[in-house]
């Protein structure tokens, strides 16, 4: 059932933290604001940071249907907005054709007909549902060109699409739309513009450590300080990637699964693949470097507890 969107900054805080999403208060306010003002926000960070699981909990949280957009080089409107099945369309053609009464007119008006139109996400965050405007989201929008990010200015703007065959397509309702970039490049000022605007960073060990009791609350107390110190400690280092929360939440797991009560160099050294996406980062981080941090994640992991 379609909730109410929050009336402060507050229950919005609570609403994420009801699907587990732990939030600072910066963050809360943007989505806040997005939600009231009926603003498109944009998410820029690194990846595994939470970007895209802001969007998921919104939807969850305020029963909302949740439309995802994953972009990619070369996206096109036909992916992203609508194509014809043309499949059909052709047996259609046959069909009236072999029939022998073929009224030209009113075939091509039969092959253009909603029934063959392929609706694709864009399209379908701006159609009527019933539990309320979608949560429309577009995932890293980064990965696409500017061609297809000129198109996106003009839909976030009007929120309607015209398909020439049927006529303009407006949304009742604006959907719920959040924007995602790893900043692999800069998205154009134009199209941040007609957006909200929120860099979600790393968070700090004492949220990280909430994060990680949220999302896995079987986790031993002490192995999860001293997860959360360790990985605090390594995104210090000169890495090519830094893990994100997601590889945090996936290490800690791990761990569970090896039946760890607490942070053991030999243990860490044999899961790093867990924790760090690159082989120049596990090289560098060689079992003395291992040592170091698990022994740095102890202290602190004491001094928090």
């Not at 194509?83 to 072999?98: C, G, L, S, T």
């Not at 839909?155 to 065959?165: A, G, K, M, N, R």
Request: hydrophobic share 50%; charged share 25%.
């Amino acid at each position: 059932m379609a909730q109410a969107v929050p009336h402060s900054i507050e229950t919005t805080q609570a609403l994420l933290a009801g699907q587990g999403y732990v939030a600072d208060r910066a963050l809360a306010t943007v989505v806040f604001l997005a939600l009231r003002m009926g603003r498109p926000l944009f998410l820029e960070g690194e990846a595994g940071v939470g970007k895209t699981e802001i969007a998921k909990v919104l939807a969850a949280g305020l029963g909302r249907r949740l439309i995802r957009l994953q972009c990619y080089e070369g996206l096109d409107l036909a992916s992203a907005v609508y194509e014809w099945n043309y499949a059909a369309q052709m047996i259609a053609i046959r069909a009236a054709e072999a029939s022998g009464t073929v009224d030209r007119e009113r075939l091509v008006e039969d092959v253009f007909a909603e029934r063959y139109l392929i609706r694709r996400p864009l399209l379908e965050a701006l159609e009527p549902d019933a539990a309320g405007a979608p949560v429309l989201l577009i995932d890293e929008l980064d990965r696409t060109d500017a061609a297809f990010e000129a198109f996106l200015l003009e839909v976030l703007s009007d929120f309607q699409v015209t398909i020439p065959e049927l006529g303009t397509v407006r949304a009742p309702h604006r959907p719920i739309v959040l924007v995602t970039s790893n900043r692999t490049r800069e998205v154009h000022d134009a199209l941040k513009r007609r957006c909200l605007y929120h860099w979600v960073d790393y968070p700090d060990a004492a949220r990280e450590l909430a994060i990680l009791r949220a999302r896995l609350p079987g986790v031993p107390a002490k192995l999860s300080r001293e997860v959360v110190a360790f990985v605090q400690a390594i995104r210090r280092e000169d890495l090519f990637k830094a893990p994100g929360v997601a590889e945090t939440l996936d290490w800690a797991s791990a761990l569970v699964e090896l039946d760890a009560a607490a942070l053991d160099p030999a243990v860490v050294g044999d899961t790093l693949g867990v924790l760090l996406k690159y082989q120049d980062d596990i090289a560098r981080t060689d079992a003395g470097k291992v040592a170091a941090l698990v022994k740095e994640a102890r202290h602190a992991a004491r001094a928090a507890g």
